[in-house]
């Protein structure tokens, strides 16, 4: 399933829930500067109202400095 930009925070909570209990993999992608960053990225825990994922250090950067993530 993609996630798009008419998705429902309430959606994806449940796709990324469905994705850790399957513990699918996951990536991530930014771009930045021009360039792509896409990384690989894993659901470390979740509940009613929140997931953990762990990512890269350099996607974590892209996070910090585009505030969003795709």
Request: charged content about 15%; hydrophobic content about 45%.
């Given at each position: 399933?993609?996630?798009?930009?008419?998705?429902?925070?309430?959606?994806?909570?449940?796709?990324?829930?469905?994705?850790g209990?399957?513990?699918?993999?996951?990536?991530?992608?930014?771009v930045?500067?021009?360039?792509?960053?896409?990384?690989?990225?894993?659901?470390?825990?979740?509940?009613?109202?929140?997931?953990?994922?762990?990512?890269?250090?350099?996607?974590?950067?892209?996070?910090?400095?585009?505030?969003?993530?795709?």
């Open positions: 399933m993609a996630i798009n930009g008419n998705s429902s925070s309430e959606e994806l909570l449940m796709l990324l829930v469905k994705i209990q399957d513990k699918a993999p996951l990536e991530l992608m930014n930045y500067n021009g360039v792509t960053i896409t990384q690989k990225a894993v659901v470390t825990s979740f509940g009613q109202d929140f997931i953990e994922i762990q990512a890269s250090f350099y996607q974590y950067m892209c996070i910090a400095l585009q505030g969003h993530t795709t």
